[in-house]
Each structure stands twice: as C-alpha cells, then as structure tokens.
C-alpha cells in the first residue's frame, strides 16, 4: 500500500470534514439542544448547494450566494417547524415530509437538472479542491477554519443570550420553559430554521469546494452529522465541558471522520460501501449511552425503564 | 386576585376515555389568601391549578388573575402571572441546565427575551444571596447542574424561581408529595417562609389532610369536579380532621373516600 497515497488525501479530506463539521453543528443544535431529530437536513443540504450553484453561475457574489443558501435552508426549516408544532405532525415526519418535498424543489433550482458543474476557471469561488494542497491564503483548510470559528463564536455569543437561553431551555424540559413564559412552540421553530439554515450553508460550500451542485448531496447527511456530533463527543465530551469547546468537538468529529474514511478506502474497502459502514458504526455508537445505562443499572439493582 | 367563574372541562369527550374533570368550578381569592385545596382521586384538584395555569383550555367559563381575564391567553403567556411548583421535582426546572441559568430563566418570567446576556454578574450575587436563605447550601454549587440535585433541592430551587419575580399567585400542585417525610416538611417550612414574606395569594394542592388543616388561611375540599367544602378565617383555625369529614360528608352525601387523604 501506497503512503504517500494517503498522505495526499488527508488535506482534502480534513476540508471536507471541515465543510460537514459546519453541517454537523446544525444537527448538533437540533439534535443535542433542541432535543429533535430534525431529517429535513438531508434535503436542506442539496438546497444550500443547488442554490449557490445556480446563483454563482448567474454571476452572483460568492458571499452573496452564500447568504441567500443560509437564508433559503432557514425557509425549509421553518416548514419542518410549522409541520410540527402547527400541524401537530411529529418531529422525525415533518423532517422526512420537507426533505422528500425539497428533492423537487433542489431539481427545480437546478432547473431540471439533477447535477449543475461550477467551474472554479470560469468563476470567482471561496473554496475549491483545486487548491486544498497549495500553501495559500485561498487555501479552503485555510478559510474553512476561519469561518467555522466564526460561526463557533457566533453560536456560544447567541446562545448564551435571553433568546438562546431560552431556547435551550426549550430542549431540556418543555414543560418547565412554559411555566417560565417561554413560547416554546416559537422557539422550535427557530431552532430548526437556524440548524437548517446552517446546513444549506455548509450545502453552498460543498458545491464551491466540490466544483458542482448535486441533487443527491444530502442522501445519509443527516447520519453523517450524527457521526461528528458522537466521535466529538466521545473523544472530548469528558473534557470540553464549555459550550463554544463542545461545538469545536463536533467540527472535529467531522474532520475525524472524514479521515477514517479515507483510510478505511486506502486500506482497500469499496467506495460503494461507505454508507453500509457509516449506518452500522453510528448505530452502535447511539447504542453506547444505552448499554451503558442498562449495565449501571444492573450494578446497582436498579433497570432503567427507558428500554 | 384569582376569580373563577363556572368553568368546566371535559377530557376526550365523546370517546370512551371521557373523563368530565371540571363540572362547575366557581372559586373567587383575595389578595394575600393561602388556600390550601384538598380531595380524592380524581377530585379536580390538579385538573383546576392546570386550567388557571393555562395548560389546556376550558370548555366554558373564565379565569382572571388579579383583574386581567386570561381565559384565552396561552400558558406561555399567562405564566407572566403565575409561579407554578410541580409535584415531580424533574418538571419545574431544566436538569441539563445549571442551577444559576434557571434562575435567570426563571428572572426573564413575563419579560420579553432579547439578544441581552442571558446571565450578569448583578444577578448572580443576588441569586447567592436567594439560594442562602434556602439554607441548603446550594448558593455554592450555582454553577452545578440542577440535575445533579435531589428532588428536596429541586423543590425548593423551584419554589425559588417561581417567587424570584413576584408572582400575582402561586400555584403549588402537590409540590412535596414526591419527597420524603423529612424533606417534605422542609420545603412545606420553605414554602410558607416564602409566602409570608412576600405576602403572596397561593393555591396548595395536598393529600395530606394536617398540612391542608395546618397551613394558610383557607381550605376548599373538591369531589367530583365541583368544590364542595370551602372554610377560611376562624373557622379554618379551628378546623379539626373530625370537622372536616364531617363537611365533606354533609357536603358530597357521602363518606370521604380517598385512601391516600386518611392514611397521611
């Protein structure tokens, strides 16, 4: 087997972990503190790529794009939301209902196609693979950082708000942030338009990165997230207590998985099964808290009833 | 302060399930009243504190709180109004929180929640000196998680939160039943330490037949729905458990039945 080989994919495949970090702290906003397992992402994630494409090839501003996919993925959550909490539609329906009811609205983005190129020679991009191995500023590893501890730092500001606070109380107990005149109906919704709007940014930036908008981009990205948001965990959650540290472990869960995933295909594993893989360690990883519970619970007389 | 007027609610009505839980409830408190309410199972006694907090709508009547009707304002809103104590010590804080946030949760009560600090320094020296008075040691763990409390310390950090903005009335749903004897008879000292000092208008919720005779300043039995005992001021402080069966009997047209009641 062929080192050096490898050692060219590993800066390609931390941009990419990078890129889904940046998706994986949307779920992780939904899923960790909003307590909802929000499926819209899988569509959301094509919609921020299809938008940017489209915009960008029209000769729009990259930022510009950028913006107008964050703007776009907040609108699909929203829909989640009000699927949920004004139709009365659980939580893991509403996600599924949007994502499947997006797939039309990404190809009608792309006007019918199911896959827009966007040459990095013919327009102005903030990040291409082309120059993931350059020692540049417009090195995407290089701004990708920068962006994803911008957003880091955005984040721990917002959510250590009244509004934040008060959204994450949302996630912990209900019951008690109505007692405390919290609109927690609003609140979810706000929380699914912020995770989704990141996730069709993240969508906008694999486009650029990739070099072209795929209908298909978002297919499993909802377990992907789940996958940074649990290696981050399971690798620093002991020690990243603060908020602004725990999201820093969820990019860094993504990174870590994308470099597992380029090993496991240098040591020769087909590319086709990637997803296979992927299901099956995310499961038994989700299974962990569990076990672990069942067994603290045999230690000291008491089963949970979680089961 | 609190004027209920003739309100009903049916659960699951026209299903198999139909549980009429509020027939004709009329119930009018004065400012500074404590009113201790009491009953059987299935009485009405929760199912009337949740219709006054908002958590589902009435099927017919109105409630007002200090004047405003707030008939069909949501929980979320009416919760300006109210401080509500749970009878699971889990529901009236959030445990992945730590214990200061929920109190600055609990501060923000009725105020309008913006992109200010969600916490400041101020506050904190004044929840320390709050959760001194508790005399329970937890002004040094305010950075813990409320999860790591017992249900005791619970209870009284949640009794805390609902006075920390004085609230119009204080709703308190068998908010010790969960605890143990000792514990109990603590957060009951607490609760009333916290009412007399800030002159509160309450509503207790209890099985237990000698807090419900000992405390406050007024005493409504329920059965079926409807509130069919109601003493207060010289009366009350007479009342003894012999007077109140006697009430209840005279009342309902039947003996008093809660195995829970006679037990405590």
């Keep these: ?307 | 302060m609190l004027k209920i007027s003739h309100i009903a609610k049916t659960f699951n009505p026209g299903t198999i399930t139909e549980k009429k839980a509020l027939l004709d409830v009329d119930l009018h408190l004065n400012e500074g009243d404590f009113v201790t309410v009491i009953g059987g199972n299935g009485a009405g006694k929760s199912t009337m504190l949740n219709a006054v907090a908002g958590v589902f709508p009435v099927d017919r009547g109105t409630i007002e709180i200090g004047g405003v009707n707030v008939t069909n304002l949501p929980e979320y809103k009416r919760a300006a109004y109210l401080g509500r104590v749970f009878q699971d010590p889990m529901t009236g804080t959030a445990a992945t929180m730590n214990i200061e946030e929920n109190m600055a949760l609990a501060l923000r009560r009725g105020r309008p929640r913006g992109l200010r600090w969600g916490i400041t320094n101020l506050e904190r020296q004044m929840y320390r000196e709050q959760l001194h008075t508790l005399g329970l040691g937890l002004e040094d763990r305010m950075a813990s998680k409320v999860g790591l409390l017992s249900g005791g310390q619970r209870q009284a950090l949640t009794l805390l939160m609902a006075t920390l903005r004085t609230p119009k009335l204080l709703l308190l749903d068998e908010h010790t039943a969960a605890l143990d004897p000792k514990t109990a008879a603590k957060v009951l000292e607490i609760t009333e330490k916290i009412v007399s000092e800030q002159h509160l208008t309450a509503m207790m919720v209890t099985h237990n037949m000698k807090d419900a005779i000992a405390i406050g300043n007024r005493l409504i039995m329920m059965n079926e729905g409807r509130i069919v005992v109601d003493v207060s001021g010289e009366q009350k402080q007479k009342l003894t458990r012999a007077d109140l069966m006697g009430l209840f009997e005279k009342a309902a047209g039947k003996e008093l039945d809660g195995d829970r009641l006679l037990l405590s």
């Excluded at chain 1, 939301?81 to 997006?102: N, R, Y």
């Excluded at chain 1, 969820?250 to 893989?277: E, M, P, R, T």
């Design chain 1, 1 to 307: 087997m062929d080192l050096l080989k490898l050692f060219n994919a590993l800066p390609g495949a931390a941009a990419q972990g990078l890129i889904w970090g940046l998706m994986a702290i949307g779920v992780y906003i939904t899923y960790r503190i909003l307590d909802v397992a929000d499926l819209t992402v899988d569509g959301s994630m094509a919609t921020g790529g299809a938008i940017a494409a489209v915009l960008i090839m029209s000769g729009c501003n990259v930022w510009l794009a950028i913006l107008v996919a964050f703007i776009v993925g907040m609108a699909a959550g929203l829909v989640t939301g009000l699927f949920h909490t004004f139709m009365g539609i659980p939580a893991i329906l509403s996600g599924i209902l949007t994502q499947l009811g997006l797939y039309s609205i990404n190809l009608r983005i792309m006007g019918g196609k199911a896959n827009v190129a966007v040459n990095p020679n013919k327009y102005t991009l903030l990040v291409s693979l082309r120059n993931v191995r350059s020692l540049t500023l417009g090195n995407p590893i290089f701004v990708l950082i920068l962006f994803t501890a911008a957003l880091i730092l955005t984040l721990y500001w917002f959510f250590g708000t009244e509004l934040g606070c008060s959204l994450r109380a949302t996630g912990a107990n209900q019951r008690m942030a109505r007692a405390q005149g919290i609109n927690t109906s609003r609140n979810v919704l706000l929380g699914l338009m912020l995770s989704n709007g990141l996730v069709a940014l993240s969508g906008a930036l694999l486009a650029q990165y990739q070099g072209f908008a795929d209908v298909n981009s978002g297919r499993g990205a909802i377990v992907i997230g789940l996958a940074a948001v649990i290696i981050g965990e399971v690798f620093f959650g002991k020690v990243f207590i603060n908020f602004g540290l725990k999201l820093t472990a969820v990019s860094i869960g993504a990174i870590v998985y994308y470099l597992v995933i380029q090993v496991v295909l240098w040591l020769g594993l087909n590319a086709n099964d990637l997803k296979l893989l992927t299901a099956l360690v995310v499961s038994i990883f989700l299974a962990v808290p569990f076990w672990r519970g069942k067994l603290a619970g045999k230690r000291t007389g008491k089963g949970e009833n979680h089961a």
